[in-house]
């Protein structure tokens, strides 16, 4: 079972690795001047976001649903969440290795190409839909119901075997 202490802390490090990624999106490019301070956060960037993901997986496999072997349930009711992180993950990727190979050697022109662009703004759309989806279902796994037995899991089970 869940306790309320132990989930506010992981719900508070989810929100903080969030706010991370929210922040350097939001004043990277103030750094492009300093293309090394600005790979460093970059790097780290997608560490929060892995750490983001493995956290998730985490909380999935701590469920009762998850233990009674109702796996299934648990994809189909975050699937949303699960691709848009694996996507976000590798559009933010692709994106800090195309912008430091852009502008390592050339970080005082301002660079962007029509690739370059079309990456960027898909990238911080991904963003947006990850910060939404993530922090409902990090919210959503806080539910009791995940983590005993009810009538509801009891229902699911049977729709399961039949």
Not at 29 to 49: K, Y
Not at 73 to 78: A, E, P, Q, R, V
Not at 130 to 137: A, P
């Amino acid at each position: 079972m869940l306790q309320t202490s132990s989930y506010s802390l992981v719900l508070t490090l989810q929100f903080l690795l969030l706010f991370y990624d929210l922040f350097v999106n939001s004043f990277s490019e103030l750094l492009r001047t300093a293309p090394v301070i600005q790979l460093v956060l970059f790097i780290i960037q997608d560490i929060a976001i892995l750490f983001n993901v493995i956290i998730i997986f985490l909380m999935f496999f701590n469920t009762f649903v998850f233990q009674a072997g109702l796996v299934n349930l648990l994809f189909h009711k975050f699937k949303g969440t699960m691709v848009l992180s694996a996507a976000y993950l590798a559009l933010s990727i692709f994106f800090h290795v195309w912008i430091m190979n852009v502008r390592w050697r050339n970080s005082n022109y301002f660079v962007w190409t029509g690739g370059l662009q079309a990456l960027f703004v898909f990238q911080r759309l991904a963003a947006v839909l990850y910060y939404y989806f993530y922090k409902r279902t990090a919210v959503h796994l806080g539910d009791p119901r995940f983590y005993q037995d009810s009538l509801w899991l009891r229902k699911e089970f049977a729709q399961v075997q039949s």
